[in-house]
């Protein structure tokens, strides 16, 4: 789910210029495998920031919509002593039905009221967001106390099922949630696991990102306080180093997930499209096909939400993403990014993925379980041909050559795992999921928007789009599972207030988005 407009887009090197600034987007997760040899009527809301948004008053505020003679003080009546003469030959002025020019009169004051209301609402959140960090240098004061682990926790990482001595489980984690790789489902398998064991998580403070896309910041989480310390972190940001260890013990487990960027850009194209600006050039019916043609021709580095359509996952990771490929740094990065995370997690593989996961942190089966949320319904998801997958990944190079060196890590790690091994927990996994669909599921599959009957299970839709799917509950559920199939088809905003947590930013523009029926 995803907040998609405030003002002022701020990135990693400064304030981007555009007339709104997307929020989050909950991002789409499709979970489709591939063998380890595979290939690596829309309303826009920046058209709409563009128009009513942006200029004081809007399209139907002061200086922009001015009221018809007739609904001036005694205009009509003007009108007519001016032009009804006695050479007129007794013609009359023809006027608007009575109706018609009352639904027009209340067509208007909506339009004036919805645009200085939705500017109210932009100005007062324009304050409330922190300025963007110029750098990555931590922005907490020096001195300030460090996280310390609980007392009887381990200082450092124990050794993962299998090992000798055993092991305790860890719950310290921090996930770097990125874009469009099935984030949305490992979100659901943390905030279940921190639910059950009362843990403390680090949530944002009034929406479900911390303030991306600038670099995050201690000081986003909601009831920070100096020196406070955190079990769990898992929402969307541009990854701080320094600024996320600081937050959670020593022994904390950094883990993330990536997917094959052809796919990924494709996702992220369809569901963040009508908010990068340079995209509305393109004309014709397949837009993909157009952009990637001709990239360069389009494609503005310091446009308004341009991070979404070039190497997303470097983005995330809090890099930059218009590095040359040939530029030392890359390489750099990605070494970074292995000694810094304990496990790379990969979508396509997301069940062997969760098998070294619950692995690493010592955990159970039922853990891990879980349903695919923010899934895109089949008909949304175009098939990407042999040349535009080549033009895609080309595009992205930098996420090609992040993921390529992690698809080789994730093989290596699963050779050490043992491949009868993972092939048995694989299909504990998948046997353990079925079990729980035919539990859980009302009809046993995931359906369209429209056919969800519980508001409480609807997932966040893309800006004019109602692509992603979810679930009905079934009615019937033993008092066994009926709290675990709710928390497991819970969607991601609902489940972030169900912890408690001020999504008012995200509320507002929900309301605005049903107002407007976008």
């Not at 887009?9 to 499709?30: E, K, M």
């Not at 993962?160 to 001595?165: I, K, M, Q, R």
């Not at 680090?202 to 896309?213: H, L, S, T």
């Amino acid at each position: 789910m995803q907040l998609l407009c405030a003002p002022g887009g701020r990135g990693g090197a400064g304030r981007r210029p555009g007339p709104g600034r997307l929020l989050a987007a909950a991002p789409g997760d499709g979970l489709g495998r591939a063998g380890p040899a595979a290939a690596p009527g829309r309303r826009d809301c920046g058209a709409a920031a563009a128009g009513a948004w942006s200029r004081p008053g809007g399209a139907g505020g002061p200086g922009g919509l001015a009221p018809p003679p007739s609904e001036r003080p005694g205009g009509a009546a003007r009108d007519r002593n001016s032009h009804a003469k006695p050479e007129d030959n007794g013609a009359k002025v023809s006027e608007m039905p009575l109706p018609q020019k009352k639904r027009w009169v209340s067509m208007a004051k909506g339009l004036v009221l919805g645009a200085l209301f939705t500017s109210f609402l932009l100005l007062l959140y324009s304050y409330a967001v922190p300025p963007l960090h110029a750098g990555l240098a931590s922005t907490t004061p020096e001195g300030t106390a460090p996280c310390s682990p609980a007392p009887g926790e381990p200082e450092a990482l124990t050794p993962a099922n299998g090992s000798a001595g055993g092991c305790q489980p860890r719950r310290n984690i921090v996930f770097m949630k990125t874009h469009k790789t099935a984030s949305s489902t490992l979100l659901n398998i943390l905030f279940r696991f921190g639910q059950k064991h009362g843990l403390k998580f680090a949530f944002p403070n009034g929406r479900n990102d911390f303030d991306y896309p600038a670099f995050f910041a201690r000081s986003l989480v909601q009831d920070y306080r100096p020196g406070a310390c955190f079990n769990i972190i898992c929402n969307h940001m541009r990854f701080h180093y320094d600024e996320v260890r600081g937050l959670v013990p020593p022994n904390a487990t950094f883990i993330t997930v990536l997917r094959d960027p052809a796919r990924l850009f494709e996702s992220s194209f369809h569901y963040f499209g009508s908010v990068v600006p340079f995209t509305w050039k393109l004309s014709g019916r397949d837009k993909l096909a157009e952009f990637l043609q001709d990239p360069d021709r389009y494609y503005d580095p310091n446009g308004y939400n341009a991070h979404y359509l070039r190497n997303l996952l470097f983005f995330d990771l809090g890099y930059d993403s218009g590095l040359d490929p040939g530029n030392p740094q890359v390489q750099e990065h990605i070494l970074e990014v292995e000694r810094r995370f304990h496990l790379v997690l990969l979508q396509e593989y997301f069940d062997e993925s969760l098998v070294l996961l619950k692995d690493l942190l010592c955990w159970e089966l039922e853990d891990v379980l879980y349903f695919k949320l923010n899934a895109r319904r089949a008909s949304a998801v175009p098939r990407l041909s042999g040349d535009l997958y080549r033009r895609a990944t080309a595009w992205n190079v930098l996420d090609a050559r992040l993921y390529r060196h992690f698809n080789a890590s994730f093989w290596r790690k699963v050779e050490a795992f043992g491949r009868e091994r993972m092939a048995r927990e694989v299909a504990a996994l998948r046997l353990a999921n079925e079990r729980m669909r035919r539990i859980c599921i009302d009809g046993g599959r995931a359906v369209d928007a429209a056919a969800i009957q519980d508001s409480a299970m609807q997932p966040w839709q893309p800006l004019g789009a109602k692509s992603i799917l979810g679930y009905n509950l079934k009615k019937s559920i033993g008092q066994r599972h009926a709290q675990l199939c709710r928390r497991m088809l819970t969607p991601e905003i609902q489940y972030l207030m169900d912890l408690g947590v001020n999504l008012w930013v995200t509320k507002l523009w929900k309301l605005i988005r049903d107002f407007l029926r976008w």
